[in-house]
């Protein structure tokens, strides 16, 4: 029975490769030497459709020679796996981004024979790092701005300091000039009232002389009357 059990599960040997391959949620495409696809699995052939025969930049990316920086030639030429970054279009004509894993293949003896394709569709994370580099784009633009008006308003902020500045030496000049006025003012006041006070007592002065003189002139006169008075009754005696 436990033999029986045993023998009845299926092995690895004995499900065909391919149907693992369909199953599979990348894309798996083998070409050989000449860049004909020998090879699609069921991801493949829904999203490009069944293009064995064709060649593989002319399937995938509709070119009509081999792909600048191709990682198929790349891995024919060194034996190596590389990964590339690649564009396709699709059955449905939309551009795609897919991440490529090329991979040399060999037969028993060593010689090369083909090569395999292992595809990822990488297109929303393409998109979302183009959107990452466009905002890093936007936002280094808007830091430059940001830097310029700072700038901007920094030089403003040095010009209102200056002009503050001299604001306040031309405050503080107009001050010292309103005190000097206010002492001239102060000192003219003075002036003026003393010079005032002279030419009160200078007039003063002149009018007690005025008074002296009309006094004196009338004692003058009355004398001369008197002698004249005298000197007539004189002559006539």
Not at 119 to 143: H, I, K, Y
Not at 159 to 170: A, P, S, T, Y
Not at 188 to 213: P, S
């Amino acid at each position: 029975d436990g033999t029986s059990r045993s023998t009845s599960r299926p092995t690895v040997t004995a499900i065909d490769y391919r149907e693992i391959l369909d199953v599979m949620t990348d894309g798996i495409t083998v070409q050989d030497l000449d860049f004909n696809v020998i090879y699609q699995n069921r991801m493949m052939r829904e999203a490009f459709g069944i293009r064995l025969g064709e060649k593989c930049y002319a399937a995938y990316e509709r070119r009509g020679k081999v792909c600048e920086a191709c990682g198929i030639q790349k891995a024919f030429q060194t034996g190596q796996a590389n990964v590339v970054l690649r564009t396709g279009v699709l059955v449905s004509g939309r551009l795609t981004s897919w991440e490529n894993c090329c991979i040399p293949l060999f037969d028993k003896e060593g010689k090369l024979v083909a090569g395999m394709e292992v595809c990822r569709d990488v297109t929303s994370r393409v998109s979302l790092e183009q959107e990452v580099r466009e905002r890093n784009l936007q936002l280094g633009r808007m830091n430059d701005q940001l830097e310029r008006r700072t700038a901007e308003l920094q030089e403003a902020l040095r010009q209102r300091e200056i002009m503050e500045e001299n604001l306040k030496k031309e405050m503080d000049r107009r001050a010292r000039l309103e005190q000097e006025l206010r002492v001239a003012n102060q000192s003219l006041e003075e002036r003026v009232t003393a010079r005032t006070v002279e030419l009160r007592d200078a007039n003063k002065h002149l009018l007690q002389e005025i008074d002296d003189r009309k006094r004196t002139e009338e004692s003058l006169r009355q004398a001369e009357q008197k002698f004249r008075a005298v000197f007539d009754q004189t002559f006539q005696f």
